[in-house]
Structure formats: structure tokens, C-alpha cells
């Protein structure tokens, strides 16, 4: 028996985005993820465009064409996970520092201990 479930008035189209949107939209995230990290585009209009493509799914969620749906999941999906990109580095920053202080703390410390 299948998984997917053909809601009615559902094209071909929107049945493969609907199955296959999570990867188009990881892989829409991971392209704009790099261009914002390069500074192409400030996380301040992509924190904008997630709050838009958010209420644009919200808005056509239930009375939006078929294949209109599909697309403003992949839409509000990407850039809401595209808003995380600059703050999982930021934590990524965060974390390198405090590795390279404590490596920095146990190296005063063991030179502190060296008594030749």
C-alpha cells in the first residue's frame, strides 16, 4: 500500500513536489545559506522574506490552487530554515573560541607547572 495520499484535484506536478519538497527546499536553504555566509544577501531581508513566505503558506494553506501549496511550503520551509544558517554559525563561532580558550587555559597551565 503507498504512503502518499492523492488529495482530490491534485496534479502530477503537485504530487511530485509535495514528495519531494523537504529536499528542494534543504537544497534551496543550503544555496541562499552560502550566499548569505558570503554576504551576498543580509540576514536582516532574509529574517523579512521568512516571515513573508511563511504567511504566504499560512494564507493559501487551505483555500490555495494545488500546486500553489506545495510551493509556499518549499518556500516558507527554505527561508525559515535559511534564518537558522547565520545563528547556527554564530554558535558555531561561539563554540570555536571557547575551545580555543580552554586549550589556551590548560597550555598556562601546564606551563605553569613546568618548574625547570
Not at 536582516?44 to 501549496?69: C, N, P, T
Not at 525559515?80 to 558555531?92: D, E, N, Q
Amino acid at each position: 500500500m503507498s504512503d502518499f495520499v492523492v488529495e482530490h484535484g491534485e496534479t502530477a506536478r503537485g504530487r511530485r513536489l509535495r514528495r519531494n519538497r523537504v529536499k528542494i527546499a534543504l537544497v534551496v536553504a543550503a544555496i541562499e545559506g552560502v550566499v548569505v555566509l558570503a554576504g551576498g544577501i543580509p540576514w536582516w531581508f532574509v529574517a523579512i522574506l521568512a516571515v513573508a513566505a511563511v504567511a504566504l503558506y499560512l494564507a493559501v494553506r487551505d483555500h490555495g490552487r494545488s500546486d500553489l501549496v506545495p510551493l509556499a511550503w518549499i518556500a516558507a520551509f527554505s527561508q525559515v530554515a535559511l534564518v537558522l544558517v547565520p545563528v547556527i554559525a554564530s554558535v558555531l563561532l561561539v563554540l570555536a573560541i571557547m575551545v580555543v580558550i580552554a586549550f589556551a587555559v590548560v597550555a598556562l597551565i601546564a606551563l605553569s607547572r613546568d618548574r625547570r
